[in-house]
Protein backbone atom coordinates (compact mmCIF):
# COMPACT_ATOMS: atom_id res chain seq x y z
CA UNK A 1 0.00 0.00 0.00
CA UNK A 2 2.89 2.22 0.80
CA UNK A 3 4.41 1.40 -2.57
CA UNK A 4 2.38 4.83 -4.52
CA UNK A 5 3.00 7.04 -1.74
CA UNK A 6 6.61 6.29 -2.06
CA UNK A 7 7.11 5.79 -5.83
CA UNK A 8 5.56 9.85 -6.01
CA UNK A 9 7.48 10.69 -2.83
CA UNK A 10 10.72 9.45 -4.89
CA UNK A 11 9.42 11.67 -8.33
CA UNK A 12 8.94 14.85 -6.17
CA UNK A 13 12.43 14.37 -4.57
CA UNK A 14 13.71 13.81 -8.37
CA UNK A 15 12.08 17.48 -9.64
CA UNK A 16 13.64 19.44 -6.75
CA UNK A 17 16.48 21.24 -8.44
CA UNK A 18 19.00 24.31 -8.00
CA UNK A 19 18.49 27.22 -9.85
CA UNK A 20 21.32 29.08 -11.70
CA UNK A 21 22.06 31.39 -8.72
CA UNK A 22 22.98 28.04 -6.13
CA UNK A 23 19.35 28.67 -4.17
CA UNK A 24 16.89 25.73 -4.50
CA UNK A 25 14.06 26.68 -7.14
CA UNK A 26 10.78 26.54 -5.67
CA UNK A 27 8.12 24.22 -7.08
CA UNK A 28 4.80 22.63 -7.06
CA UNK A 29 7.23 19.77 -5.91
CA UNK A 30 8.29 21.53 -2.73
CA UNK A 31 4.76 22.18 -1.76
CA UNK A 32 3.82 18.46 -2.52
CA UNK A 33 6.46 17.25 -0.41
CA UNK A 34 5.91 19.53 2.33
CA UNK A 35 2.33 18.10 2.47
CA UNK A 36 3.56 14.41 1.96
CA UNK A 37 6.35 14.74 4.96
CA UNK A 38 6.11 18.08 6.45
CA UNK A 39 8.07 16.60 9.71
CA UNK A 40 10.53 14.87 8.06
CA UNK A 41 10.96 17.82 5.33
CA UNK A 42 12.32 20.50 8.07
CA UNK A 43 14.49 18.14 9.10
CA UNK A 44 16.01 16.59 6.30
CA UNK A 45 16.67 20.16 5.23
CA UNK A 46 18.38 20.88 8.40
CA UNK A 47 20.45 18.03 7.57
CA UNK A 48 21.37 19.32 4.26
CA UNK A 49 22.17 22.53 5.28
CA UNK A 50 24.88 20.87 7.44
CA UNK A 51 25.79 19.34 4.39
CA UNK A 52 25.89 15.98 5.76
CA UNK A 53 25.15 13.18 3.46
CA UNK A 54 27.97 11.25 1.91
CA UNK A 55 28.06 8.28 -0.61
CA UNK A 56 29.74 5.34 -0.31
CA UNK A 57 30.20 3.04 -2.80
CA UNK A 58 31.80 -0.67 -2.37
CA UNK A 59 34.68 -0.81 -4.68
CA UNK A 60 33.97 -4.18 -6.51
CA UNK A 61 29.70 -4.42 -5.98
CA UNK A 62 29.38 -0.93 -6.74
CA UNK A 63 26.36 -1.26 -4.40
CA UNK A 64 25.76 1.85 -2.30
CA UNK A 65 24.67 3.35 1.27
CA UNK A 66 24.69 6.69 2.46
CA UNK A 67 26.12 7.96 5.89
CA UNK A 68 24.04 10.74 7.18
CA UNK A 69 25.94 12.53 10.06
CA UNK A 70 23.77 12.78 13.45
CA UNK A 71 23.48 16.63 14.23
CA UNK A 72 27.25 17.41 15.14
CA UNK A 73 27.39 14.38 17.06
CA UNK A 74 29.67 11.83 16.85
CA UNK A 75 27.49 9.35 15.79
CA UNK A 76 26.17 8.48 11.80
CA UNK A 77 23.55 6.97 10.37
CA UNK A 78 23.68 4.44 7.50
CA UNK A 79 20.38 4.58 4.98
CA UNK A 80 19.54 2.47 2.14
CA UNK A 81 17.00 3.20 -0.20
CA UNK A 82 13.66 2.47 1.84
CA UNK A 83 15.80 2.03 5.95
CA UNK A 84 17.12 4.02 7.90
CA UNK A 85 19.33 3.26 11.28
CA UNK A 86 17.80 5.79 12.94
CA UNK A 87 15.35 5.38 16.42
CA UNK A 88 12.80 7.70 14.26
CA UNK A 89 12.62 5.52 11.17
CA UNK A 90 12.12 2.65 13.63
CA UNK A 91 9.49 4.28 15.92
CA UNK A 92 7.90 6.24 13.37
CA UNK A 93 7.93 4.75 9.86
CA UNK A 94 8.68 1.18 10.24
CA UNK A 95 5.60 0.85 12.71
CA UNK A 96 2.70 2.95 11.74
CA UNK A 97 1.51 3.83 8.57
CA UNK A 98 1.57 8.04 8.89
CA UNK A 99 5.35 8.62 8.01
CA UNK A 100 6.97 7.71 4.78
CA UNK A 101 10.34 8.56 5.50
CA UNK A 102 12.74 9.70 8.27
CA UNK A 103 14.74 13.09 7.83
CA UNK A 104 17.62 11.39 7.06
CA UNK A 105 16.03 9.10 4.36
CA UNK A 106 14.26 12.22 2.95
CA UNK A 107 17.40 13.98 3.01
CA UNK A 108 19.43 11.19 1.16
CA UNK A 109 16.64 11.67 -1.77
CA UNK A 110 16.98 15.47 -2.16
CA UNK A 111 20.94 15.53 -1.92
CA UNK A 112 21.33 14.43 -5.16
CA UNK A 113 19.14 16.67 -7.29
CA UNK A 114 20.11 19.73 -5.06
CA UNK A 115 23.61 18.99 -5.80
CA UNK A 116 24.72 18.30 -2.67
CA UNK A 117 25.92 14.67 -2.19
Known amino acids: ?11 LCADVR ?3 TGEAVWSESWAALH ?6 LAGAATVLDQKSVTR ?8 EYFL ?11 VVPGFCTCMS ?3 NVASKPDALVCKHELAVMLAEPLGMM
Do not use: K
Open 1 to 11: MAAAPLGLLRM
Open 18 to 20: RGE
Open 35 to 40: HLCPDA
Open 56 to 63: VVAQQSRR
Open 68 to 78: VDGNGRSTSHT
Open 89 to 91: YCL
